[in-house]
């Protein structure tokens, strides 16, 4: 019998692989669908805060990259991930 632990586990990480598979084709409003969907099931997650910084500043929403990016407790993960999006973030609003 698969625990709801597992479960849950597995519908997280399809909700995040889906919404990643829409972001790098462009599909903006499935990928937020899907990742602020993730979000509901785990809200101290990182990585989904850095996909939806990275959706927001690509679909031109970068106030909204900028809140999703002050929630995040680790910043490095987006710096990894894009230094050029990372870098104007930090001087949005300051």
Do not use: W
Not at 12 to 33: P, V, W
Not at 85 to 94: R, V
């Amino acid at each position: 019998m698969v625990s709801n632990f597992v479960k849950r586990s597995s519908y997280l990480a399809a909700l995040i692989n889906l919404g990643n598979l829409q972001l790098s084709n462009d599909n903006f409003e499935s990928a937020r669908h899907n990742y602020l969907e993730a979000l509901k099931q785990d809200k101290n997650t990182d990585p989904i805060l850095r996909n939806l910084c990275i959706l927001e500043y690509n679909s031109g929403n970068k106030l909204q990259a900028k809140e999703y990016f002050n929630r995040m407790s680790d910043k490095t993960l987006l710096k990894k991930a894009n230094p050029i999006i990372y870098s104007e973030l930090l001087n949005i609003g300051e």
